[in-house]
């Protein structure tokens, strides 16, 4: 019996999504970005689709230490929390192929940075200063905002980061659509790049060549 449409077009999604995860191979996803750019969000839907693990770093490190990040930096102060942050980020990535949403601050320390190389494919989530703002104001569980005005201090952040956030493999526009629009966003960008690398790898050359 043949196939419908809509089951051909279904099968051929999975083949994409699996050979997505095959290319990956024990690489990670992880997901960059200021805060309220949608990595958890995002992050969480977009395991689900490739059908692998999500894991937040904050949460991590909440879990490690016991405490929440607000009670970290008001307790031990900021240096402590990134020290913490890198170290939880390494273990985190050794246990790949998963999806990975890191701290807004995370990927501006080099060693992060490095490690992420090594062992995943960096993804920017990008987004404007309205869409950060407006995500953002729900919730009051970030320290560094807590500490000025959150247009002010996201507008140094974005200064500051943008230009380091931008040496990721890949940049997505988060922009104020369903969460879903920017997974297949990120799904149509992984296909790309991974493509790219597999082209750019310099194929084994047989004894006869
Ligand atoms: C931070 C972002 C937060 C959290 C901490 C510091 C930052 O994570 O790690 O409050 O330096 O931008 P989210 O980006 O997930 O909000």
Not at 176 to 191: G, M, N, Q, T, W
């Amino acid at each position: 019996m043949s196939l419908g449409l809509a089951e051909r077009k279904k099968e051929k999604k999975e083949r994409r999504l699996a050979s997505i995860r095959e290319a990956l191979g024990s690489k990670s996803i992880v997901l960059i970005g200021l805060m309220g750019a949608g990595k958890t969000a995002v992050g969480k839907r977009l395991a689900a689709r490739l059908d692998l693990p999500f894991i937040d770093a904050d949460s991590e490190i909440e879990l490690a230490a016991g405490q929440t990040i607000s009670e970290i930096f008001t307790e031990h102060g900021e240096p402590y929390f990134r020290s913490g942050e890198a170290k939880v980020i390494a273990r985190l990535l050794g246990g790949g192929p998963e999806v990975l949403a890191t701290g807004g601050g995370a990927y501006m320390d080099a060693r992060t940075r490095a490690n992420i190389k090594a062992e995943g494919i960096s993804v920017w989530l990008k987004a404007e200063l309205p869409v950060l703002l407006h995500r953002v104001r729900r919730r009051d569980n970030r320290p560094l905002l807590a500490a000025g005005t959150p247009d002010v201090v996201m507008r140094e952040l974005m200064k500051k980061r943008y230009p380091v956030y931008a040496g990721a493999d890949i940049t997505v526009e988060s922009r104020d659509v369903p969460h879903d629009v920017i997974v297949s966003d990120v799904v149509e960008a992984l296909v790309r790049f991974l493509d790219d690398e597999v082209k750019a790898t310099p194929r084994r050359r047989g004894k006869s060549e």
